[in-house]
């Protein structure tokens, strides 16, 4: 039996979503965007090389072939589903509706995390800039919630036209983010003296926390996914949308290893990593004499946290818009804006949680490098419990025909594997009152109350969701 299609159009003559806007290279841009891979060589690869260094190219190889895996967990979903939501419409499919509503919930706390983390992130970018006076930054927590609301909010207002407008603009930020990003890579390989001889890009000795690394790698492409919660809006979804998973996956992914060989090669030059700088690759380049490429190197990031908030809000808001058209979120939420035709009603409650969480956050006495750690540990749980959700979904559900060949479900039964691993690897070691248990709490909590409280909603309004079930018919 075919799965039962889920309407679009709200009720009561509301407009919905447009139809086949946005074409291949705008459905390519909103997972781009939401990677936010500029990001990557600027923070997260520094403390990738702390942990592994010389192997920091292996763990995003090892993360690359790991995400390609869960890629394919989702194209038994992607090639058929035709709406809103992603990966809540995909477990829905595969474990049944409950367990679709806790992936959507998951899925938006690593949206919306994400968020607040780059938000939270973009002090530190301007802190490069102040040099020795980096602790005005750190003593005035009034300040960076000001820079940072100031980012949170321009995000928002660019998510709040058009999909068109916004994807375009994100478009145009990430290109000019990698752009600057690239530049300053291929100097860093020119200012460095010859290229480090093959044995020297592996050390046994630090192998044994390659996991760790492996780890945080698999977080830097979260948010591959996000191209499917625009398949209403985008043209062909059923073609466009795995392509797009794919094509930014891999795109990323080899700059990613580019980016790692040419921090590894510039690191390796210093005894240790640069210490006068927020961000080790601005050190770095003013070690090698390119300190005239600071301003570039700082755009970079900036910008791509810019184009990712936009990504993330997005997605976020189709994903609420969708849950409310199911039931399991109030009716206001399928609300579409006349002129710019986005779920504008959704998107204000992702922007107001994240307002909520930044606040929250800064007048219990958080700085923006702390924000920013623990808002990125709360998306990351969000982030790969939901992958691990969509992988048990992929190896459940029957694609029709003779069934899956043995070497698809060996790959899914490695994707459950692997996320599951990186989940472990997410959660311990736990130290009671360490910002990871904070943040467990949080996930947890949040998690509980989110599921909990749709379900409580779905059972007081008493209607019939419309959707899919593990067995492919709509279901109570």
């Known amino acids: 039996m075919e799965p039962a299609r889920l309407t679009t159009t709200p009720k009561g003559g509301q407009p919905s979503l447009k139809e086949g806007v946005l074409d291949f290279a705008e459905t390519v841009a909103q997972s781009l965007g939401a990677i936010a891979p500029s990001v990557t060589p600027a923070l997260t690869i520094p403390l990738i090389y702390r942990l592994v260094g010389p192997a920091t190219w292996l763990a995003f190889l090892l993360a690359t072939l790991g995400v390609a895996c869960l890629w394919s967990c989702c194209l ?101 983010s990698l752009a600057c990003m690239a530049l300053v890579l291929v100097q860093v390989i020119r200012a460095a003296p010859g290229p480090l001889p093959l044995e020297k890009f592996w050390e046994p000795t630090q192998t044994n926390r390659l996991g760790s690394g492996v780890m945080l790698a698999v977080l830097a492409f979260a948010g591959f996914e996000s191209a499917a919660s625009l398949a209403v809006e985008a043209k062909r979804p059923q073609q466009s949308i795995p392509w797009a998973m794919g094509v930014s996956l891999f795109s990323v992914g080899a700059f990613f290893l580019f980016a790692s060989y040419a921090l590894v090669l510039g690191f390796s030059l210093q005894k240790s990593l640069p210490s006068d700088s ?124 003779r069934g899956r060949g043995l070497s698809k479900r060996m790959v899914q039964a490695f994707a459950v594997v692997f996320v599951a691993g990186v989940l472990w690897g997410n959660v311990f070691p736990l130290e009671l009152g360490s910002e990871r248990w904070g943040a467990l709490l949080t996930f947890l909590g949040a998690l509980g109350t989110g599921w909990g409280g749709s379900l409580l909603f779905r059972r007081s309004m008493g209607k019939r969701v419309v959707g899919f079930s593990n067995q492919g018919g709509a279901s109570p």
């Not at 968020?115 to 750190?138: H, I, K, Y």
């Not at 100031?150 to 407008?165: D, E, G, I």
């Not at 910008?303 to 609420?320: E, K, M, P, Q």
Request: hydrophobic fraction near 50%.
């Open 278 to 401: 927020t961000i080790p690759l601005v050190g770095l380049a003013r070690h090698l004499g390119l300190g005239s490429l600071q301003p570039v190197l700082l755009c970079g990031p900036l910008v791509s946290s810019f184009a990712g908030s936009i990504a993330c809000f997005n997605a976020a808001s189709r994903l609420y818009y969708a849950m409310a058209l199911d039931g399991w979120l109030p009716r206001c939420l399928t609300h579409v804006h006349r002129k710019h035709v986005i779920p504008d009603r959704a998107l204000g409650l992702g922007g107001l949680l994240v307002l909520s969480g930044l606040s929250f956050g800064f007048v219990v006495g958080g700085n923006s490098w702390s924000l920013f750690e623990w808002f990125a540990l709360l998306s990351g749980y969000g982030f790969v419990a939901a992958y691990l959700g969509v992988s048990l979904a992929a190896l459940r559900v029957r694609t029709g025909g």
């Open 76 to 176: 038994p979903f992607a090639s058929r589903l035709k709406d809103s939501g992603s990966l809540y419409r995909f477990v829905s499919e595969g474990l049944g509706q409950k367990a679709g509503v806790a992936t959507g919930w998951m899925l938006s706390f690593g949206y919306l995390g994400a968020v607040a983390s780059l938000c939270s992130g973009v002090p530190l970018c301007l802190e490069s800039f102040v040099g020795e006076s980096r602790n005005f930054w750190q003593n005035q927590v009034q300040a960076q919630w000001v820079v940072s609301f100031t980012a949170l909010l321009a995000a928002w207002f660019m998510s709040s036209r058009n999909v068109q407008f916004s994807i375009r603009s994100l478009l145009a930020s990430e290109l000019f």
